[in-house]
């Protein structure tokens, strides 16, 4: 084990078709190579390709001039829609579209309030599965060539893998973005957005908000974490430009999030105001280089956090909310002219020191150019159109971000080809094996070992052929099957062992873990999945019971893998980053010796009767003997 003292600053710390429910025949629009496009255009620029960027402003400038002032505002909206159609959903649908939006269909809500883009998500029924989500793409592309002024849309959802991912089984479910950090392989990183955005696009869906480019420098932080690469800058913006380049090689949008960095908190901002308390040396050293090397991959929007820098802006207004921050250092001292998204308008972080009507007007006097999924769309947008109306903002600041949604838009090759997908497209790539085969390989080399003590790992099938599986199942994330138990017990039963599950919860009762105890009897080993262990938890009980009961303990921390801190007894430990099936599988393999551990630690663990002191460093992990 390591032991030493972490400095302070280390502490501190998103054509007519059929309608959206009928069969999609459609051509699918050939991807374009966004991983050549800079915040201004191509990197390298040519004078033909100068020619060719004025040439394109130029032709949507027109485009621009040609729209009404309700279509411009319309446009800087993204909202979200219930529905797994676009002009049919379930009648429970339609009645939480007029509740919320006052229409019926996103269909409508497009017809209504020319929105610039639709976000999806599972809860809001729109990601049942991939031809039904093509269906849905295009539907609603098809509601947007309709208007007046025909233009498509950008469809987005937070897909960002590990713990948070909108579109579940069959497609290709991969490592989250701690996994990738400790598998120390940036071009892993890359293939593992590759296969992403490849299979988005085949859905119709062209913008992704993610890669996260937040450096988690605060164990305690609840809100990023594991969706974090980890807590050193530039390890991180080594990941963030590789994910960059393999979504946008891919053919759709990114967005570095969340600007100007979300890593330092102890808040939740979808509940409250985070302050960061970073100077501003300290944020150029720890927040900043992820967000530039995105930048110097070409990212093509960025999306701001909900938070408080008081080194940046000493109004203290939100980020995204906040000229000095948004125009002064993202626009101005790190050279970006890209699209820039909020954060969920929804979230209470960006609504806690103005109403929801001034949000989104002063979010655009920031120089923000999307307003992501507001409370109100009816009151946001009325609310914007009043204040081009009134002077407040001027129509050629609003024509600004007009112009930049639309460059976006051209870039993705919505205006060149009829921006539909089909369902052969479909199956060509969604979840196709390539892909599977792939994530379990990527998944491989992110499991860590962080302790093994008497070389107690790998189990043999012989010596520990009888082995329990107890602890915490938290819900399924990212529509895998679940729960954690079952999945690794069933994992090792294929991998030769006689394994069993008990879900004991993450918070066991005293019963539950007399239980659990009495149910190790007899067997030659137990594996334990903790999540988020802490001083307080039972599941330290439980896993001292076991301890003293004589069976040997593996550990699976599933989600943060700071839980060995607070298990000193354990004999094996191991790190997954998330409870996805690909993750857990991934563990099984290395707890039965199939894989050895190469996962290396990310983000340092703490102490957890000194956090100022180290457990364990970044790249700490331990191999198999020979």
């Known amino acids: 084990m390591h032991d030493r003292t972490i400095p302070r600053r280390t502490l501190l710390s998103a054509t007519a078709v059929a309608a959206a429910a009928v069969a999609v025949t459609a051509v699918p629009a050939p991807a374009s190579a966004l991983s050549t496009v800079g915040p201004t255009g191509p990197t390298g620029p040519t004078d033909a390709a100068d020619a060719a960027g004025a040439a394109r402003r130029d032709r949507l400038r027109r485009l621009v001039s040609r729209m009404s002032l309700q279509e411009k505002v319309g446009q800087v909206f993204v909202m979200r829609v219930y529905g797994h159609s676009a002009t049919a959903p379930d009648q429970a649908d339609i009645d939480a579209n007029l509740a919320e939006i006052g229409v019926r269909t996103a269909a409508e809500l497009v017809e209504k309030y020319h929105v610039g883009g639709i976000i999806y998500f599972a809860w809001a029924h729109n990601t049942r599965d991939p031809h039904q989500i093509a269906g849905l793409s295009n539907g609603i592309q098809k509601a947007g060539l309709a208007q007046p002024t025909p233009v498509p849309l950008l469809i987005a959802t937070d897909q960002e893998h590990g713990i948070v991912a909108r579109v579940g089984k069959p497609a290709t479910l991969l490592p989250g973005a701690m996994a990738l950090g400790a598998s120390r392989s940036p071009a892993d990183a890359r293939e593992a957005a590759r296969i992403a955005g490849a299979e988005l696009a085949a859905m119709g869906i062209n913008q992704n908000y993610a890669p996260v480019a937040d450096v988690n420098v605060n164990p305690a932080n609840p809100v990023i974490g594991v969706r974090s690469f980890g807590a050193d800058p530039q390890a991180v913006a080594d990941r963030v430009a590789a994910q960059v380049k393999g979504y946008q090689g891919a053919g759709i949008a990114t967005a570095a999030k969340h600007f100007p960095g979300h890593g330092d908190t102890k808040d939740d901002s979808h509940y409250s105001l985070p302050t960061i308390h970073h100077t501003r040396e300290q944020w150029t050293e720890l927040d900043a280089p992820p967000f530039r090397a995105a930048i110097a991959a070409g990212i093509t929007s960025v999306m701001t956090a909900h938070i408080v820098v008081p080194a940046l802006d000493p109004d203290e207004d939100p980020a995204t909310l906040s000229h000095p921050i948004v125009t002064g250092v993202l626009r101005e001292q790190l050279g970006y002219d890209g699209v820039v998204t909020t954060d969920s308008l929804r979230m209470e972080g960006v609504r806690k020191k103005y109403g929801d009507d001034r949000v989104p007007v002063l979010a655009l006097k920031a120089g923000v150019d999307q307003l992501l999924d507001p409370p109100d769309l009816s009151l946001a947008w009325n609310a914007v159109l009043t204040a081009v109306r009134s002077g407040e903002i001027s129509e050629k600041r609003l024509d600004e971000s007009v112009l930049r949604i639309l460059e976006l838009k051209d870039r993705l090759g919505l205006f060149r080809h009829p921006p539909y ?107 334990v999945a903790t999540y988020n262990v802490s001083t307080a938890s039972s599941q330290r009980t439980l896993v001292n019971a076991l301890v003293a009961s004589g069976v040997p303990v593996i550990t699976v921390a599933v989600r943060n893998p700071y839980d060995i801190a607070y298990l000193p007894g354990v004999r094996a430990s191991l790190a997954t980053y998330s409870w996805t099936d690909v993750e857990l599988r991934a563990a099984a393999r290395v707890i039965a010796g199939r894989t050895r551990p190469r996962g290396r630690l990310p983000v340092p663990v703490q102490r957890a009767d000194d956090p100022a002191r180290v457990l364990y460093p970044i790249g700490h992990g331990l191999g198999y003997r020979s």
């Open 421 to 527: 997908v089909s369902r052969t497209g479909v199956d060509r790539v969604v979840g196709i094996r390539a892909h599977l085969t792939a994530a379990d390989r990527i998944a491989d080399a992110t499991t860590t070992l962080l302790v093994n003590e008497g070389n107690l790992l790998p189990l043999s099938r012989r010596r520990e052929k009888k082995v329990l599986v107890v602890g915490a199942d938290p819900a399924s994330p990212s529509g895998t099957t679940g729960p954690p138990t079952t999945v690794l017990a069933k994992a090792l039963t294929e991998l030769g062992f006689s394994a069993t599950a008990r879900s004991t919860g993450t918070a066991p009762t005293a019963a539950g873990i007399d239980q659990a105890v009495a149910a190790a009897r007899g067997t030659d080993a137990v594996v």
